[in-house]
Every structure is written in C-alpha cells, then in structure tokens.
C-alpha cells in the first residue's frame, strides 16, 4: 500500500499556511495548515514550499575538469529538483552526459553545445569544422526527451578568429531543430552591440549582468539599445551568475533601469560551488533579496519562468493530481556576506536555505 506524506504548516511564498498530501508521489490533497493526516507527518513549521526549484545554466559532466560536478551535488542536495547542463557536451558525448541521469536523483535535461566537442576545450568555437551540422541534429533527434535546447558561447577566447560566424551557424541550429538557442556573452570581440541583433524570441542571453567591458549596459549603467531591442523581440535574460559573470554593480542599474532577469541561475560547477563565489543557487537568490527584489519575484526565476521557457509547465506549479515535485526553503533573517564575481563584497540581512526536496516520490532533506 502507497505511503501517503504530510507536509504540514508550509508556507507558499504569499504566506498562506498550507499542508500538503502525497499519496504515492503524487499531490493529493491540498489544505488549511494542520488539517490533514497520514502515514507520514512532518512538521515544516516556518519552512516555506514552492515547486521544486529549476537551474537552467550548470555544468554536470565530471569528465570536464574544471567546469563540471556530479548531478546532485548541484541538484536536490542544494534543493534544486532540475537542472539543465548548459552546453557542456556537444554531439560526441552528449549520450554520455544522458545516461548519467540513471544514476542520480535530480531531473537533468541538457543544451546542445554548437560545437562537437563540447568543454573539451575551452576554444570549442576557434575551428569551424568541430560546428557540425549532421552530427548536432543526429543527437537531438536520438534524445529528444532530453535536449532542451542549444548552447553557444560567444567570447573572444571561445571564437578567437571565427568572429560572429559560429553564432549564425547556431541560430540556423535552432531555426531547423526548432529549439531555443542559449548564448553566453563574455569578453569582445564580438561586441555584445553585434551579438544581440542576431538572438530571436524565445532565445536567453546568459550572463546578463556581467561587470565586464563587454557588458549590455553602457557606462552610465543604462541599457543598450540593442539590448531594450532584444527584449522587445522576445529574448529573455538568464543570471548565469558563475566564477566571472555577476556584477553587483551592474545588477543595481539593471534594477533602477527596469531590466529584470526572466531567469535565475547559478552557472555552477565544482570548483565554484566549493570555493564561491557562488556556493548554491540559494545563495545567488539571496543576492536578489538584498538587490530589494520580493521572494515572489525571486522563487518564481527558478520554478515558474524556468518551467515556462522549458515548456514544462507542470515543473513550475503546486496542483493537486501532479506529480511531487517541490523544494522546500527557510528565509533565515540574519546577516550574510554575498561576494559577487568581482569580488565586491555586501552584507545581506535575508538569505535562503534549502531544507529539502521532494523529488521522485521521495522526501530528501538537504
């Protein structure tokens, strides 16, 4: 006989106290705190509860040192139920990276590097010839449960001398395979001012509030008007916070100038989750708290938009006769140093902290 779970006396991001049921991995009941019983009760007074929380931009392919980690070290032992690797495989081990998931609790789905070889190298995009066509749409045809999209890193050290031609031939990846494309903006050349005219609906700039020379706000900290452009065509902005890519200083114009994220990552490996500056992707939302942005707005980066840009709308909601897919949160109200990638350093007074997930049917503590 099924086990049936109580979550009892959570909280939604609104403040209603809630108990939710679980009858074999799937919602059941939803009612006023302290209502409901079972076989398992546990007591989450002031644990909040929210769908499970969805990262869009990691690295989780061990083999690539040092951008990868295991699954769950980034997943549900931070809280996170889904993650999708952004662009570590290319077509030769993206089959790889696909089989690992039998292995692992979290849900991981993957965007298809442009480029063959993946993170093998860290020039993936110098030569055109590892751009291959054939063998990219091969791949998304043999794992379409699991190729979410495309990925194409477009900084000067990754294109070298290939320029802007590696992003043309990723768009026209995208159009064929009707996938959305996800580019990293880094360093010029190319000029971010070149990059954004190329990306269409439904595509994410990833890395948007990056501090550097290349960045998509001017000097006075207003957006360029080929980013305001991108955003009117339906191009979303993704956090992609990572080891060189999130700027305080850049988020605070943002902010003031209406350009919010659609989409809250981490970029997170082994060597960024161990050494900062981003740990978790509890500790990048937090960073959004003291920006002064509300838990609503903040939660609903790593469920709802993120579900909606995966078209999995079901991963981004609590809705009885769906299945369990939740994570659940404590807003700790204590002083917190956050240290952005620039090594600008403030102190917060919120942060968030996992406490557990449930995924798969089961209930993991974090």
């Keep these: ?37 079972g076989d398992r009760v546990i007591d989450l007074a002031g644990c909040y509860v929210s769908s499970g929380w969805i990262d869009l931009h ?9 951008y990868g980690d295991e699954i769950d070290e980034i997943g549900v032992k931070q809280g996170v139920t889904t993650i999708v690797d952004a662009g ?9 990276l696909a089989a690992s998931r039998a ?18 190298r860290i020039d993936e995009l110098s030569d055109l010839v590892w751009i291959d066509r054939a063998q990219a749409m091969s791949a998304i045809r043999a794992l379409p449960d699991f190729i979410v999209g495309l990925k194409a890193r477009i900084s ?42 190329l990306l269409a609906e439904g595509d994410v700039v990833t890395h948007y509030l990056n501090g550097k020379s290349n960045k998509l706000f001017d000097d006075a900290g207003r957006p360029l008007p080929e980013l305001m452009a991108a955003r009117a065509r339906g191009v979303r902005l993704d956090v992609g916070h990572g080891t060189a890519s999130f700027s305080f200083r ?9 350009v919010h994220f659609d989409t809250i990552s981490s970029d997170l490996y082994r060597g960024n989750r161990l050494n900062g500056p981003v740990y978790s992707l509890a500790r990048v939302m937090s960073k ?51 240290v952005d990638s620039e090594g600008d350093e403030r102190i917060g007074h919120l942060h968030l902290a996992a406490k557990g997930v449930i995924a798969n049917g089961r209930f993991m503590e974090c």
Excluded at 58 to 66: E, L, S, Y
Excluded at 88 to 96: K, L, P, T, V, Y
């Design 1 to 37: 006989m099924a086990e049936r779970i109580v979550l009892q006396n959570v909280k939604r991001v609104n403040e209603e106290a809630i108990d939710l049921a679980i009858d074999d991995g799937v919602i059941a009941e939803i009612a006023g705190a302290g209502s409901l019983g």
């Design 58 to 66: 990691v690295h989780a392919f061990p083999a690539f040192d040092p």
């Design 88 to 96: 570590s495989c290319g077509a030769d081990r993206i089959a790889e």
């Design 103 to 120: 292995q692992a609790r979290t849900r991981l789905f993957a965007l298809l590097n442009v480029s063959r070889i993946g993170l093998a």
């Design 156 to 197: 000067s050290s990754v294109v070298r001398e290939s320029g802007l031609e590696p992003l043309r031939i990723a768009r026209q990846f995208a159009q064929v395979a009707s996938l959305p494309l996800m580019v990293h903006v880094g360093s010029k050349p190319p000029r971010t001012e070149e990059i954004l005219p």
């Design 250 to 258: 850049v988020a605070e114009a943002a902010k003031a100038n209406g």
């Design 288 to 338: 959004f708290l003291y920006l002064g942005y509300p838990l609503k707005e903040v939660v609903a980066g790593v469920t709802s938009r993120a579900a909606a840009w995966l078209n999995m709308p079901e991963l981004g909601r609590i809705q009885v006769g769906d299945r369990a897919n939740l994570t659940l949160f404590e807003v700790r109200r204590e002083p917190v140093a956050l």
